[in-house]
């Protein structure tokens, strides 16, 4: 398995941007899927966006479409979600996490390692 880590989180104002990174361990990087998903409170974890091995397909939940963008570089082993036109509603606990197998990119469980998580949130 892959370790993973998330930084970038923190508060920003409506219509506001975000970048957020998500470091992973290991020479392998380039051989697993990555995606993001967040939790709010009270609510359960939603698919945010996706990118396999290659980078060269996207996925995005309906929520964030035309907003958010992933991208990855296996240079360096990150991946990235950036952010724009943030939305009080996006306000939640962001997780980066990797599929190392044939997966379905909204499907959490096809997920085998998960983040720790990082805090966004987005002030009215």
């Known amino acids: 398995q892959v370790q993973l880590v998330e930084s970038g989180g923190g508060l920003v104002q409506d219509g506001g941007s975000l970048r957020l990174s998500c470091a992973a361990s290991?020479?392998?990087?380039?051989?697993?899927?990555m995606g993001w998903f967040r939790q709010a409170p009270g609510k359960e974890r939603e698919f945010v966006a996706a990118i396999n091995w290659t980078g060269g397909s996207t996925y995005y939940g309906d929520s964030v479409k035309g907003r958010f963008t992933i991208s990855r570089d296996n240079a360096k082993n990150t991946v990235y979600l950036q952010m724009n036109s943030l939305k009080p509603e996006d306000t939640a606990v962001y997780y980066c996490?990797?599929?190392?197998?044939?997966?379905?990119?909204?499907?959490?469980?096809?997920?085998?390692?998960w983040g720790q998580g990082t805090q966004v949130t987005v002030s009215s």
């Open positions: 290991g020479r392998s990087f380039r051989k697993y899927a």
């Open positions: 996490a990797a599929a190392s197998r044939p997966f379905t990119p909204s499907r959490a469980a096809d997920f085998g390692s």
